[in-house]
């Protein structure tokens, strides 16, 4: 819990426009770690020119840096477009199978769903079920997992949008009793969505592939269910 305030601490200093040296100073943190929670902060032209040399030299080597960076990932970005896409329908549904075998439900025996708080990821395990699987949008479940202190209904109505499902499709949401405020806010700022379809031979058929997968390529035998 400390370390998630002073995460906070730390972003509310620097979007003031306080230097690496300063934050580090204040709440006794390494650079290291801040460097891990600011990369994505890095202070103006303006702001830098009124810090002292040596504070000025390292945030100029860190503004540096991340353009480089985020050049970098954008020659990376158009290369790997040009060599995957589009998916054809086979590697689609692999997609899916892997997806769902890192983040799917295996225990429920009737029900296919997938949980995350990342957007994208719901927007492609949506496109998964429709494309892939072809499954009707009307067959698919929506069920929001949120926490006490976040408005249901706005998050009803950001999901929709982003997933570009009706409202009757939302099934009432989990409230968790935790607030929001108490977690770290990376990856949690609209709860947790999960998409689920009712469909018992489709789950069994899904994890069939999954265990089939896992036995090709497994060194150490079959791949057993609990």
């Known amino acids: 819990m400390a370390l998630v305030l002073k995460r906070r601490q730390a972003l ?12 580090k100073k204040k709440l006794n943190l390494s650079k290291s770690t ?3 929670w600011l990369r994505n902060y890095p202070l103006s032209q303006d702001r830098i020119k009124e810090l002292r ?15 480089k960076r985020e050049q970098r990932f954008k020659t990376y970005y158009q290369e790997e477009r040009k060599k995957w896409l589009p998916l054809s329908h086979r590697e689609l549904l692999l997609a899916g199978l892997f997806l769902y075998w890192g983040e799917g439900g295996k225990s429920n025996t009737h029900i296919v769903t997938i949980n995350n708080t990342d957007p994208q990821v719901m927007k ?8 892939g699987l072809g ?3 009307k067959d698919i479940h929506v069920f ?14 950001y999901w929709q949008k982003i997933l570009r499902m009706p409202k009757a499709s939302f ?3 989990y409230i968790k009793q935790t607030k929001r405020i108490e977690i770290d806010q990376k990856g949690f700022g609209h709860g947790t969505c999960g998409l689920r379809i009712y469909n018992s031979e489709m789950k069994q058929r899904i994890l069939a592939a999954i265990k089939a997968l896992a036995d090709h390529y497994s060194s ?4 057993k269910f609990e």
């Open 12 to 23: 509310q200093l620097r979007k003031k426009g306080e230097s690496y040296s300063q934050i």
């Open 34 to 36: 801040l460097s891990v």
């Open 53 to 67: 040399d040596g504070e000025a030299r390292i945030e100029k080597y860190r503004r540096t840096m991340k353009l």
């Open 124 to 131: 492609f395990a949506l496109h998964w079920m429709t494309k």
């Open 135 to 137: 499954v009707a949008k």
């Open 144 to 157: 929001l997992h949120l926490y006490s202190d976040m408005d249901p209904v706005k998050e009803t109505h």
């Open 171 to 173: 099934d009432k949401p």
């Open 220 to 223: 150490k035998g079959p791949l």
